[in-house]
């Protein structure tokens, strides 16, 4: 059974930046398509960004693009998302997930079936 562990979430004003960790239980993510998920209260949970392991293919949701960043540390298996210039409306759990190796652009998160804790992350304006 994976697990995923996620870090750095925290509270910051609009345009800071904040970089989300995720880390694994596995000894390599490179069997997976891994990417970050966010649910704001009351609202749905939405996709944010997603990449395979092998081949670095990466989609991001529009909201996002051009202002958060994934990357991988292949060597100790975990993944990071970097947020540059947060908006109030950033504000949500932050969830790391993963799925066996599939489309990066398939944003359903039923599809996914690992999923780490959620961490916090809260732009104030």
């Known amino acids: 059974q994976m697990t995923l562990v996620e870090s750095g979430g925290g509270l910051v004003q609009a345009g800071a930046s904040l970089r989300l960790s995720c880390a694994t239980s596995?000894?390599?993510?490179?069997?997976?398509?891994t990417g970050w998920f966010r649910q704001a209260p009351g609202k749905e949970r939405e996709f944010v960004a997603a990449?395979?392991?092998?081949?670095?293919?990466?989609d991001y949701a529009d909201s996002v693009k051009g202002r958060f960043t994934l990357s991988r540390d292949t060597a100790n298996n975990i993944l990071f998302l970097q947020m540059n210039d947060l908006k109030p409306d950033d504000t949500a759990v932050y969830y790391c997930a993963a799925r066996w190796f599939s489309s990066v652009t398939d944003h359903r998160p039923g599809e996914y079936r690992w999923w780490g804790q959620g961490t916090q992350v809260t732009v104030s304006s």
């Open positions: 596995e000894r390599s993510f490179s069997a997976y398509t």
């Open positions: 990449t395979s392991w092998t081949g670095g293919v990466t």
